[in-house]
């Protein structure tokens, strides 16, 4: 069975920093590709960032990219997402997604795993 739990969640004021976890069990970072998506209250869940499998390659938003980085720790089987400089406009439910296969796909429609998701809220 496989299982996706995110932690690390919470509030921050614009300009911190947080790093969200996501313990897997059930499925291996060998065959899956992970990733990491928001969803704020009335709009789509939509990708933030992602790593094929195997970890060689990795995808990031626009809207992230250069402060955010998504990492695998194959020894703890964790998929991590440090974000740094956070925007009020960051704040959404933060969910972790895994789809067996090569590829990071942009559509969440094609992951298999999802987990339950972790608050972030942004204060300016």
């Known amino acids: 069975q496989v299982q996706l739990v995110e932690s690390g969640g919470g509030l921050v004021q614009a300009g911190d920093s947080l790093r969200l976890s996501c313990a897997v069990s059930?499925?291996?970072?060998?065959?899956?590709?992970m990733a990491w998506f928001r969803q704020a209250p009335g709009k789509e869940r939509e990708i933030v960032a992602g790593?094929?499998?195997?970890?060689?390659?990795?995808y990031y938003s626009d809207s992230v990219k250069g402060r955010f980085t998504i990492s695998v720790d194959n020894a703890k089987n964790t998929v991590s997402l440090q974000m740094n400089s956070l925007k009020p406009e960051d704040t959404a439910v933060y969910y972790c997604?895994?789809?067996?296969?090569?590829?990071?796909?942009?559509?969440?429609?094609?992951?298999?795993?999802w987990g339950q998701g972790t608050q972030v809220t942004v204060s300016s």
């Open positions: 997604g895994g789809r067996r296969g090569f590829g990071v796909d942009v559509s969440p429609n094609l992951y298999d795993h």
């Open positions: 790593i094929t499998r195997g970890g060689g390659s990795t």
């Open positions: 059930g499925l291996t970072f060998s065959t899956n590709s």
